[in-house]
């Protein structure tokens, strides 16, 4: 028997549709079955809070990684913090997550008249692991064990019986690791990828995630995470901008350093971290990180050839190629794609498998892109192709995996659109009420509790 997913959904009680947006422009208690914590002094007891660990790009390319980090360690008080992990594609490294902490250091005082849960900065340091410096490049898809990698794998084994709540800001290559060395804590996590361009770069650890352990339980937020910087109420002192003159720059070490990082607020991780301490946890209701939905299955094409502009292929999805080398190829040889033009990269590089080339990618925005073929060997260099990533047909997204049970991702319905952005009004549509929740944080920074 066919399961579509709208029967799943209204099996599940869900909130779908036009009755989850009810609320645009009303209030949060319409929709979300919980609110924001009344009290935000956190829960008063470690057994109350959720088990996080994060990895995080931290220091790389992006600025909003620091933006998250502020507002994860103001949030620490409601989470049981137990790992930090620097996970890049790019030149991230631990050190940038320690230079959080040294603000977070000036601000603890404060900040620990209002909730004795504030980690101490000594702990905060313990936590904090290197994690891997490359990209898995090969065919497993996989790297080499790291201390990053190692701590997700210890920190899963505990024998806490709360689920580890794995949070991934960048790479994932060591989560990837992670399982691969230890296959028993895929029961014991639970995982919020922020995945479309971090899912570019780390296109082969996460095929290796999603086709070895397709038990995981993760949400992978492709576009839905953009709704936290695009779209809702920006209006006054909520735009991204004015949000920053009006309530971070000027508020203790940590605003003063927040604001330096961008022009405006993005925060673009930070979905991951308020759908723990808003809502129900149920992916599949509303909260300030968004709604999700089964995964479907059809998420990757194969090609035994270079493509055209007419050969579809699904946005976020995986792409793989498999190229017959030619007379003469051998391992000294090298050949990668040029995508879309993207002279920074990632470059999909051409791995040899006996007579074969194997190239993976994944489109992160839904158009035509175009390659050109870089190559030490005459018959392949500047070849030319190209291909066409659009949004999953509803006959396709509305079907919920029959391989991946536990495995969420962006409500494809067009009310939930921003513009290209799948599923980010989900997000974007409680703006107010989680900046609302941040600026009350960051007054801490100010002065003690009165």
């Known amino acids: 028997m066919t399961f579509r997913r709208r029967d799943f959904l209204r099996g599940a009680a869900a909130v779908t549709g036009a009755g989850a947006l009810a609320a645009v422009g009303g209030t949060a208690a319409a929709v979300v079955p919980e609110a924001a914590p009344a009290d935000a002094s956190g829960p008063a007891h470690a057994s109350a809070r959720p088990r996080v660990l994060v990895s995080t790009d931290i220091g790389g390319s992006d600025p909003d990684d620091f933006q998250s980090m502020v507002h994860l360690l103001l949030s620490a008080h409601r989470l049981d913090l137990e790992g930090l992990v620097s996970s890049p594609w790019g030149a991230g490294r631990a050190s940038d997550i320690l230079t959080v902490i ?37 065919p497993t898809g996989l790297g080499r064990p790291t201390e990053g990698s ?81 779209g809702g109420d920006q209006t006054g002192e909520w735009a991204n901008d004015s949000f920053i003159t009006t309530h971070v720059a000027g508020h203790g070490a940590l605003g003063a350093f927040f604001a330096t990082q961008l022009g405006g607020v993005k925060m673009g991780d930070t979905p991951s971290v308020v759908r723990l301490f808003n809502g129900n946890g149920n992916p599949l209701y509303p909260s300030w990180g968004g709604r999700y939905v089964p995964i479907w299955d059809g998420r990757k094409s194969a090609f035994d050839r270079l493509t055209t502009e007419d050969d579809l292929v699904e946005a976020y999805g995986v792409i793989e190629w498999t190229l017959r080398a030619p007379r ?34 994944s489109p992160r925005d839904p158009r035509t892109m175009p390659i050109r073929v870089e190559s030490t060997h005459p018959d392949l260099n500047g070849l030319q192709g190209a291909f066409t990533a659009t949004a999953p047909p509803a006959g396709r997204w509305t079907v919920p995996s029959r391989t991946h049970p536990r495995w969420f991702a962006d409500d494809q319905d067009p009310i939930y659109a921003e513009g290209l952005w799948q599923g980010a009004k989900s997000v974007s549509q409680w703006r107010v009420e989680y900046l609302r929740d941040f600026a009350t944080l960051l007054d801490r920074c100010l002065g003690p509790k009165a």
Not at 342 to 356: A, E
Request: aromatic share 14%; glycine share 8%.
């Open 102 to 138: 040294a603000e977070y250091e000036k601000d603890f005082p404060n900040l620990r008249t209002y909730s004795p849960e504030y980690p101490t900065p000594a702990a905060l340091r313990a936590i904090t692991k290197q994690g891997a410096l490359d990209l898995a490049t090969g």
């Open 150 to 230: 190692k701590w997700i794998v210890r920190c899963a084994r505990s024998r806490d019986r709360r689920p580890l709540h794995v949070l991934v800001w960048g790479g994932i290559e060591d989560l990837a690791q992670a399982l691969h060395d230890a296959p028993d804590i895929v029961d014991r996590i639970k995982v919020f990828y922020i995945g479309g361009p971090n899912k570019l770069w780390s296109v082969n650890a996460y095929n290796y995630v999603e086709t070895k352990h397709p038990r995981l339980w993760m949400i992978e937020s492709n576009s839905a995470y953009r709704g936290f910087f695009t």
């Open 328 to 361: 003469g190829y051998s391992s000294k040889d090298s050949t990668r794609f040029v995508v879309d033009n993207r002279t920074g990269g990632p470059f999909p590089d051409g791995v040899l498998d006996g007579n074969r080339l194997r190239f993976r990618y």
